[in-house]
């Protein structure tokens, strides 16, 4: 299988100046955002990346420090490559806040004189990001929306030049709804925006002007069983990739195959995708506002009774948090229980109805 760090290491000695910016190289910014430049850059400091990579490279158990392991194959990528060791990064910032639940991270690269690329951080794997994921279906904009339309804007307010907006998961929708809501007069610099299995938009946001004049610039890549990719509306230029892994680890963009400068395509997603974008749709149509914001409400403070920041630390203390998960669960109140088990029961619902669709289509 040949993935983005095989196409980093095939196209790595040549300039963008010699061989134009695409979609592979979207992908590889996309997941640079994810990297941990928390740990060496301060506030307004700016970096190549060749030495941000051996900045990184320098940072005791960064194997065990990193989201994925082959992010650190792609850190070690970076520092050979010519194609972006010579790249600077600056204007990086994140922010987790558990009270106004809120996980962004930006930063943005200049990759030649006349090209930058603006680089939306997905999910990670903190309890406060997964939950303004699930936010995402209760209201638009979520803090990180906001925030990310505000940080292109700043961006591109001080830079005369061309911009690319790219992001991987919940950094895809961040980098789509950037370009949508940032100043009019600013959306010319916008060149494209690769959108890599972000969630989509409610009506609202599709119907908006603000959508509408930045939707042929949008591209958005998905892998043939996606799930995050799927949730939500999309009316942007859309993609099907393929991908070596199964289920939701296709969601990992390293699984995705290339050739040369350019995905593997599929026709179209397979048919647990499909069952996966019409069972939630329906489920969120069939609930009241009320109940879907009670159902999550109800699951991430049962979570949050574990006492874990991360995902990670659920998992290493699993038998203290299945015990805490149990005793949180009972502690309910009863309207709260009621109503997270009547939005189960329209989801089991919806499942059917689901399963039915796609047997329906195939016979």
């Not at 850190?75 to 050979?80: G, R, S, T």
């Not at 203290?320 to 005793?327: H, P, R, T």
């Amino acid at each position: 299988m040949t993935n983005i760090l095989d196409y980093l290491l095939w196209r790595g000695d040549i300039t963008f100046e010699n061989d134009p910016f695409n979609e592979i190289d979207g992908a590889i910014c996309a997941r640079l955002s994810y990297l941990p430049f928390e740990r060496i850059l301060k506030a307004g400091e700016e970096i190549t990346l060749k030495n941000a990579a051996e900045k990184m490279l320098k940072i005791e158990n960064i194997e065990e420090k990193v989201l994925i392991k082959d992010d650190y194959k792609l850190i070690k990528a970076l520092k050979e490559s010519n194609r972006y060791n010579s790249a600077y990064a600056f204007g990086f910032v994140h922010k987790t806040d558990r009270q106004s639940q809120t996980q962004f991270c930006a930063l943005t690269l200049r990759l030649s004189d006349n090209l930058y690329c603006v680089c939306f951080r997905g999910t990670d794997n903190t309890l406060i990001g997964w939950k303004e994921d699930f936010n995402m279906g209760l209201m638009c904009p979520v803090p990180a929306q906001k925030s990310a339309a505000e940080y292109l804007e700043k961006i591109l307010l001080k830079r005369d030049k061309k911009f690319i907006i790219a992001g991987h998961s919940k950094g895809g929708n961040l980098a789509v709804y950037s370009a949508a809501y940032c100043r009019e007069d600013l959306k010319n610099k916008i060149t494209a925006v690769y959108n890599y299995d972000g969630p989509g938009f409610t009506d609202t946001v599709l119907e908006s002007d603000g959508y509408k004049n930045i939707c042929k610039r949008v591209n958005t890549y998905v892998p043939q069983s996606s799930v995050v990719g799927m949730l939500l509306g999309h009316k942007e230029n859309f993609f099907t990739v393929h991908s070596e892994n199964s289920g939701l680890m296709q969601h990992d963009i390293y699984s995705w195959n290339v050739e040369g400068k350019k995905f593997i395509f599929l026709e179209s997603v397979n048919n647990s995708s499909v069952f996966v974008d019409s069972t939630v749709k329906a489920w969120f149509s069939d609930l009241t506002p009320y109940q879907l914001e009670v159902f999550v409400e109800a699951v991430f403070k049962v979570a949050n009774e574990t006492n874990a920041e991360t995902l990670h630390e659920m998992s290493e203390k699993w038998f203290d948090s299945a015990v805490s998960v149990l005793k949180s669960v009972k502690n309910l109140d009863e309207t709260t229980r009621k109503t997270a088990m009547e939005a189960i029961k329209i989801l089991l619902k919806s499942t059917k109805s689901g399963f039915k669709k796609v047997t329906d289509k195939n016979a």
